[in-house]
């Protein structure tokens, strides 16, 4: 368990970075096929461990925060991701989960969709003319696009009459082969792929240099709109294509059982298609089933991308460096001699722990053979040539401050002892308050936080918010200036408000992450609700501890983890010193204001017809707080066949008891 933590945080550590190099640098350090494959180990350590789950959170992040030189738009209906399968079991399973979910019978008929290496796009049309386009971003935010998209002499600009009022239509924009080897071929600066160039082209500030080159848009998707187009997502996308826009021709509508073969055709003819794809995307195609299944985390219940494998190398294996995390972590990684793996310059690769080293006998100066998966650091597979090199040792203390790095009995990791003392650790922190998810504040990145803590402006994540009075000393330090300073000034005087939400995954409690901090923030409502609950729950069978474990999706182990850190003084210390310096607004229900279940505490019990996930979705998407047990916080327990314990403990606390029918009527389905 322990060991499976630690490793999972290790991949988990990586993934932002990579992230910011593809969407927001348009430069990845590593290919699809090596981020998929990470993120595979992620979900197998998950797969076996899933209290884990809530360690997950950067698997949830769905692209990257807009680019400063850009206008900020954001989407009335988030821009998510997917989740990927490699193998026609992992197909299997993923629809048979879905089945579970809805209590679905029979197979699935699907929209196979080839997935174009490209960069979405959102476009608005108001009164049937287009009025903005938008890029996907973080998800939630994009960059506006418009005058960029402009350039594109196939995008419709006017929709028929018969089209909504309002609609956002979502695509991806790419550039095709020969395109791509035209534009390298005309320019000095030379980009690594397709999807690169197409990125880059398409998020340039001026647009005449977009106008001048030559980038393509397939439309698959639609956002919110002010009425209904379609029943199923075949027939939207005909709709699309009578509207004017390019869908993909190879789309087909197929049962499920044909993925298999669908994607194995797909794969015979991926060489010989005029643009670059990574996989296959498959839709629900019905959308009102689509509607039902609905989202988690980063991505819809109703599709997923069956990606191609990953693609292979063989390099030198140059040294053998250590990285230390938040958590006092040590984790190896391998500096390789650059290697080109699927069009990306890879140089380093991920080691993992010490037993990873020995188990595959690994050492500098060997030929390794290394795969592109997962988040940002490709893994090696194994030695395919000795350099006769000595068996690496691990060192047993820090490399950053010196202090003694210990291993407990059941632990593949090796953690510096160092705490608060480490400076790798405090600037991890401060990152991570820093970053996208969390404060995500302007100019605070890894080398600011590095540098300003060195200087002795920085110890604890407070501390960020002073850093304007220090403003004219950093304007006089190398690389910055009075105008960089100012920017910086502004960008933390943007985030002295924030949501209760990004504030508690700020604070980097282990295990919490955006969706359990999602989880807590409405079910207390408030800052000052949550830590008396948290300070409260220290005591092992009070109210708020039963309160807190019962929390549909947080439950006992990380209900320990929660209250450990409201135990620890320089924790209590460090959220007064920022209760001080920033005003954490109450969550916001997103339920309708008339829903009889908004802010209410339910519970569900017994058989019921529909599936229980399916239940729970639709409270929590009714503003209601799903928990797994009884007490006098109840407000509703629902009440399936062969109702229980449960049922008998609401109607000795007097608590109101729905029939499924009753909740069906009062939730309006």
């Known amino acids: 368990m322990s060991n499976s933590k630690n490793r999972l945080e290790e991949l988990l550590a990586r993934i932002e970075a990579a992230n910011a190099a593809y969407h927001e640098h348009d430069a990845p350090e590593i290919t699809d096929a090596e981020y998929d494959a990470l993120r595979r180990e992620a979900e197998a350590i998950l797969a076996e461990h899933p209290e884990l789950r809530e360690d997950a959170e950067a698997l949830a992040q769905v692209g990257a925060k807009p680019a400063a030189g850009f206008k900020k738009l954001r989407h009335r209906t988030p821009m998510l991701s997917l989740d990927n399968v490699f193998a026609a079991e992992e197909f299997a399973e993923f629809w048979r989960s879905k089945s579970r979910f809805l209590g679905h019978e029979g197979a699935w008929e699907l929209v196979a969709e080839p997935k174009i290496d490209g960069l979405s796009i959102s476009l608005t049309y108001q009164g049937q003319k287009f009025v903005r386009a938008a890029t996907r971003g973080d998800g939630a935010e994009g960059e506006d696009v418009t005058a960029n998209i402009l350039t594109l002499r196939d995008l419709p600009r006017q929709l028929p009459e018969d089209a909504p009022e309002f609609i956002e239509i979502r695509g991806e924009v790419y550039m095709t082969k020969a395109d791509f080897l035209a534009l ?371 439950g006992p182990a990380i209900a320990t983890d929660l209250v450990a850190f409201f135990v620890e003084e320089h924790n209590l210390h460090t959220l007064a010193a920022l209760e001080r310096e920033v005003r954490v607004l109450d969550a916001v229900s997103a339920a309708a204001v008339d829903s009889p279940f908004a802010g209410k505490v339910m519970v569900f019990t017994g058989t019921l017809t529909m599936a229980r996930p399916e239940a729970k979705a639709r409270a929590e998407t009714l503003g209601a707080k799903v928990t797994e047990s009884v007490s006098k916080k109840t407000d509703f327990v629902v009440v399936g066949e062969d109702a229980g314990s449960k049922a008998k403990k609401a109607a000795e606390l007097g608590i109101r008891m729905l029939t499924e029918q009753e909740f069906r009527d009062l939730a309006g389905f």
């Open 184 to 554: 390298n071929a005309a320019q000095e600066r030379q980009f690594a792929n397709p999807r690169n160039a197409a990125a880059g082209s398409l998020r340039q500030l001026d647009a005449s240099i977009t106008a001048k080159r030559k980038i393509s848009l397939f439309a698959y998707a639609q956002g919110e709109s002010s009425a209904p187009v379609a029943a199923t997502h075949c027939e939207y996308l005909q709709t699309l294509k009578r509207w004017g826009f390019d869908v993909n021709p190879l789309s087909k509508l197929i049962p499920e059982g044909d993925g298999e073969a669908f994607q194995n055709g797909i794969g015979v003819a991926r060489g010989t298609l005029p643009y670059d794809i990574d996989g296959v995307v498959y839709k629900v195609n019905d959308l009102a089933l689509q509607s039902r299944l609905g989202f988690v985390g980063r991505a819809p219940r109703w599709a997923c991308a069956w990606k191609f494998p990953a693609e292979k190398a063989t390099t030198l294996l140059e040294a053998i460096e250590i990285q230390v995390g938040r958590t006092g972590a040590l984790t190896p990684r391998a500096k390789l001699a650059p290697v080109n793996v699927g069009g990306v310059l890879v140089t380093y690769a991920t080691l993992h722990n010490e037993d990873e080293i020995g188990r595959k006998n690994v050492r500098v100066g060997d030929v390794v053979e290394l795969q592109r998966a997962g988040d940002v650091i490709p893994q090696i597979l194994g030695v395919v040539k000795s350099g006769g090199g000595e068996a690496y040792v691990f060192p047993d203390h820090c490399p950053v401050c010196g202090s003694l790095a210990v291993r407990a009995d059941d632990d593949v990791v090796r953690r510096c002892t160092g705490g608060l003392s480490c400076p790798a650790q405090v600037v991890e922190r401060l990152i991570h308050f820093c970053s996208r998810l969390a404060f995500d504040i302007e100019g605070c990145g890894e080398k600011t936080m590095q540098e300003f803590y060195a200087a002795g402006w920085l110890h604890n994540a407070a501390d960020i918010f002073t850093l304007p009075t220090h403003e004219a000393e950093i304007a006089k330090r190398e690389g910055w200036g009075p105008v960089s300073a100012a920017k910086l000034s502004a960008g933390i005087a943007a985030r002295r408000e924030i949501g209760l939400e990004r504030f508690i995954y700020a604070l980097g409690i282990r295990r919490i992450g955006e969706n359990n901090a999602k989880l807590l923030a409405r079910h207390y409502g408030s800052y000052a609700a949550w830590k008396a609950a948290m300070i409260a729950g220290a005591e092992i069978g009070s109210d708020a501890r039963l309160e807190l474990g019962s929390i549909s999706g947080i």
